[in-house]
């Protein structure tokens, strides 16, 4: 309690006797509306205590009189979640690329689910978007191997390219150089002939011997033209758009070393739903397929 006869001259406010270096404190008392929030703010604590789980315990905590729970609300928001998309999944599985286009809702839901699923399982080879890189084909374009169409893909997702299913697609460019097939003076010449029907400068001469070679060697799976094959997935030859590149040093690489790419299946890790929506994505989003 502060001393009545002790009044601060200055303040006319009575003073609590403490002093410091000739400094007394004032006995200045909180305001009243302050008390009161404060009042109110520990029966508010009393209270959602007892109502709602909050207190800490050696082997959980107290669940309260209401018994909420946030991690209960979540599992039934999930679980309507899941419901809600349980019914756009089964119209997905077996469902034509006209079918899903004609249909605004499905279309929207296939399109949303096959991007998110396309970030998780696909963009760590093809890239953002499908942009691809050396290696991995660019889904973006109309350049497919395999075929481009929605059933295609689907295929392709389904049972990958030289995966371990029995329903997978194989092929494979032999390594000439390496088994010895081709001497080194005839893969040079194939180089040339390769660069010549793709458009690109070479030399004449040995562009017309690796002709020959490339009869003999090449046609049974880039077609006689070198326009590739979908049966074997044997690529064009006459473009400019390759998979691994196309310059010279590049072309005589894969001759001598040959190509074995793979695309792994994903029919035991994704649902047929989940597969039919990455595969209306890349078709009808990413702007790839045919």
Not at 36 to 42: A, D, N, P
Not at 248 to 260: D, L, S, Y
Request: charged share 20%; net charge negative.
């Amino acid at each position: 309690m502060s001393d009545s006869k002790n009044i601060d001259e200055h303040t006319g406010t009575a003073t609590t006797s403490h002093e410091w270096d000739e400094i007394e404190e004032l006995d200045t008392p909180m305001p009243k509306w302050w008390i009161g929030i404060f009042y109110i703010c520990i029966a508010w604590a009393v209270g959602y205590a007892i109502l709602m789980p909050a207190i800490p315990l050696l082997n959980g905590y107290s669940k309260g009189v209401f018994g909420f729970s946030d991690r209960a609300r979540v599992a039934v928001a999930v679980e309507k979640m899941h419901a809600e998309r349980l019914v756009n999944s089964e119209k997905l599985v077996g469902a034509s690329i006209g079918t899903i286009q004609n249909d605004s809702d499905l279309l929207r839901f296939a399109t949303e689910q096959g991007k998110a699923l396309f970030g998780d399982n696909c963009e760590t080879c093809h890239g953002r978007r499908g942009q691809g890189v050396p290696g991995y084909p660019n889904l973006n374009d109309d350049i497919w191997i395999w075929g481009g169409s929605f059933d295609d893909i689907k295929q392709t997702i389904n049972y990958g390219i030289r995966a371990e299913h029995d329903e997978t697609r194989f092929g494979s460019m032999a390594a000439f150089g390496r088994y010895e097939l081709l001497e080194p003076g005839q893969i040079d010449d194939l180089v040339q002939h390769v660069l010549r029907i793709s458009g690109q400068q070479s030399d004449a001469a040995a562009a017309a011997r690796g002709a020959n070679l490339f009869a003999e060697n090449c046609t049974s799976c880039h077609g006689d033209t070198g326009k590739g094959t979908r049966e074997n997935g044997a690529p064009n030859l006459t473009d400019t758009d390759w998979l691994y590149g196309g310059t010279a040093a590049i072309i005589r690489e894969t001759i001598f070393n040959g190509r074995e790419g793979l695309m792994p299946n994903w029919d035991t890790r994704l649902s047929a739903s989940q597969i039919a929506a990455i595969s209306v994505y890349v078709h009808s989003d990413l702007g790839g397929g045919e």
